[in-house]
């Protein structure tokens, strides 16, 4: 019995890790793509001051 709840708690935490993962791959990629929106801008702005 003992075996079967330790699977149990792998396989729990597998997919805890696999979800915690993905939710920081999705953070980190709409960070860059803020970062990217605000650079675009900046260069129009630098383009017209030139």
Known sequence: EINILFDKLLEIRYELEKTRKRGKRKETASKIKKNKR?????????????
């Open 38 to 50: 605000g650079r675009g801008k900046d260069k129009k702005r630098n383009s017209r001051n030139s």
